[in-house]
């Protein structure tokens, strides 16, 4: 049996992002423990030039929620970068998470060598749907679901290779 492109995002975006939502949740309840603010959290980096916690999670969900719509050959549903509490950040998951399952497979597979084209800061960026998958999205998502976990770590959090990966 072959793995079709839909089995090879959607299910993966939908795995990343709920174990995002497992790690943040235990970033709040240290934070809680810790008398800091969730405000101050989502602003937390892990170098000054580095983007911080709510940014991650942000641009996590853009990955997932864009990149699905494109494979699917429509306009991305835009999210606004609004959130400034765990509260909206969890929501804005939510909605991501609600969003990627309204496409069917059959929106998705066949979809290898559709071409998408970014627009981007530095030029536009042309993919065939399958490179698009494999060679920006996943590795997009996961650097930025990476780095929530690490700003998460870093700010002491107990958390480990488990709860990134998630339970099968």
């Known amino acids: 049996m072959t793995l079709?492109?839909?089995q090879a995002a959607v299910p993966v975006f939908t795995r990343a992002l709920n174990n995002l939502v497992h790690v943040?949740?235990?970033g709040e309840e240290h934070a809680k423990a810790k008398n800091v603010t969730g405000e101050v959290l989502l602003q937390t980096?892990?170098?000054?030039?580095?983007?911080?916690?709510?940014r991650q999670v942000q641009i996590a969900c853009d990955m997932a929620t864009r990149g699905t719509a494109r494979l699917a050959g429509v306009e991305p549903t835009p999210f606004e970068d609004n959130e400034t509490t765990l509260e909206q950040v969890h929501s804005r998951i939510d909605r991501?998470?609600?969003?990627?399952?309204?496409?069917?497979?059959?929106?998705?597979?066949?979809?290898?060598?559709?071409?998408?084209?970014?627009?981007?800061?530095?030029?536009?960026?042309?993919?065939?749907?399958?490179?698009y998958l494999l060679q920006f999205l996943i590795p997009n998502l996961f650097f930025h679901c990476t780095?929530?976990?690490?700003?998460?770590?870093?700010?002491?959090?107990?958390?480990?290779?488990?709860?990134?990966?998630?339970q099968a």
Request: hydrophobic letters at 35%.
């Open 4 to 6: 079709s492109l839909y």
């Open 24 to 26: 943040l949740k235990k």
């Open 45 to 54: 980096r892990l170098i000054p030039d580095m983007l911080p916690l709510v």
């Open 96 to 131: 991501a998470l609600e969003y990627i399952k309204t496409f069917k497979p059959e929106q998705i597979d066949g979809s290898e060598g559709r071409t998408i084209v970014l627009k981007t800061r530095t030029g536009e960026m042309t993919f065939d749907g399958q490179a």
């Open 147 to 166: 780095t929530a976990y690490n700003i998460l770590r870093e700010a002491g959090t107990e958390i480990g290779k488990t709860d990134f990966i998630g």
